[in-house]
């Protein structure tokens, strides 16, 4: 596969969520965090964008439907 060296600036906050991402999907590096999330919403936002739905399921049961701002407007 080919690869493209990407410079991005970030955040302090974006930084930090790197840094949790890394541990929560045990990825290798920084990188792979933002190339598994850029995945992942890829995918989350293809099945909304086809009329899909995002629930979540909390621990006691009761569910809530996420919404993405600016997804599905058109």
Do not use: Q, W
């Not at 080919?2 to 990825?27: C, F, G, I, Q, Y």
């Not at 792979?32 to 739905?53: C, D, F, R």
């Amino acid at each position: 596969m080919e690869m493209k060296k990407v410079t991005m600036n970030l955040t302090p906050k974006d930084v930090l969520n790197t840094e949790v991402l890394l541990s929560r999907l045990h990825a290798r590096n920084k990188a792979s965090v933002v190339s598994s999330a850029l995945a992942i919403t890829e995918a989350i936002t293809s099945k909304v964008s086809n009329g899909g739905e995002i629930l979540i399921k909390n621990k006691d049961g009761s569910m809530e439907t996420v919404i993405i701002a600016g997804l599905g407007d058109g």
